[in-house]
């Protein structure tokens, strides 16, 4: 019953009517036992009898046995797939993506919309619009493909119109050029045409890029150990002396010191630089470098980094990211890494900082993809960056292990301060306090000057309450400046923002902030 086909022939006798078809069964690796809806998997031998409306079989087999060997790889648990059938199911899988039957399939709007089942970031794209926009899924993170031009886009971003980046990436795609094309100027010259200014900022964050209305992505520190100036300004002790570049300049703009010769890395993003030159400015040589950096965009906001980006005079590293093409896996030897290792282009990006193991994997992963390795420094570099993004933050135990020593002292100091106490039942001498006489009483202009003060000390303490209030309530310094999405907290300045993960008020994940000026 390994066979697709084969289990799909058991349901001859299916009631038609049933809440699950027997085809979405077979393919979860059931065969029917002819016992009214009893099933069983030919892998693991799980056997399910009961069936709700709107069940997802391969989610209930799944959950029931996640350990069976189908549900961990099916292509090695011996399954043979029905690719014929799988194309008019619409259900997409790397294997059979790529094949002309289904492909053909996939021209039709209906069925590429069927294959993001398991979209995991509809919140930044959603299904509808990518497959409007003539892409289907490939069930890999979120690597999405056009059924026209095979095309392939990936890391979606908040913002992204599935038309645009199609259009932007692949121009000479039919479907961009036939339908694309003219869907995206009909909705220029409606908006054109709309005259009206009471109505012309209805649809602006539905329409057009958050990004660029000033929404962005928000992501906690990848050293949360160096968030603050002082901590970064502490790793600068050992900075060369003979550079332009002060460790104050450099720490403000987010950097802290490895203690090798110039390199720094940024607290936010770990994005490295090195070799600086007297003429380079660290907030300058940040958002050009690492235009993506959330804490670069909430203190020099994004028409700076927009700036600083457009002095690079490449744009292959956005190409590179944004076109990987479909490859297939091949074993990449230790010597070849080593090799391309020490290529010019590899060299380039070495020379700003980058982490090393970083590039080493992605020179692996892009012979693996492609056997070749990279063409220019910028495609280099974006693909390290990619690499650091993928990696799982490792958790910093510094401040757990900080803590548990204050707590420990706090008992101990309490354990001490109850055996110093005296033993019930001693008699303890209080000294005796001298009799004061009893305060005159007021006049009526006593009285009025008393009234007269506790009213001004009224005024004081509320216009102290005021300033606490437009005051960050992380450092109680610098004036709030950041709102916190989708809670809506305005409680920070743009210094302490990118330190944190969740909202310091309700405790809620900060998915995205805005940049805000209090008048």
Known sequence: MNIEENR?????????????????????????????LTVKCFCCGLEISEWNYGDQVMARHRELNPACAFVLDSSTSGNVPNVLQSMHDGIVSEDVADSPHYTHSLRHEAVRLQSFENWPVPHIVSPESLAKAGFYYLKHRDRTKCAFCNGIVVAWEVGDDPDYEHKRHFPNCSFVQQVITPRLELLNETHDSNTNPSFSNVNIVNESNLYDVGVIQHRGPKKSKYATLESRMRTFSMWPDDLIQTPDSLSQAGFYYEGSGDQVRCFHCDGGLRHWD??????????????????????????????????????????????????????VTEKEILTQMLTPEVMAALSIGLHVGRIKQAIKEKLEQTGVGFATPDAVIEAALNVQLDEDETADTHISQEVSQILTEAVNRTLNHNEDMPQEGAKIKLPTKPKTPPPPPLSPKNEQRNANSGKSLTLEEENRLLKEARLCKICMDNEVGIVFLPCGHLATCFNCAPNLEDCPVCRSTIKATVRTFLS
């Open 8 to 36: 799909l022939q058991t349901f001859s006798d299916w009631p038609s009517d049933a809440v699950v078809s027997p085809i979405r069964i077979a393919k979860a690796g059931f065969y029917s036992l002819h016992q009214n």
């Open 278 to 331: 007297p003429q380079d400015d660290p907030w300058t040589e940040h958002a050009r470098w690492f235009p993506k950096c959330g804490y670069v965009s909430l203190v020099k906001g994004q028409d700076f980094v927009t700036a600083c980006a457009s002095n690079n005079s490449s744009n292959v590293e956005e190409d590179y990211r944004k076109s990987i093409r479909p490859f297939q896996r091949r074993e």
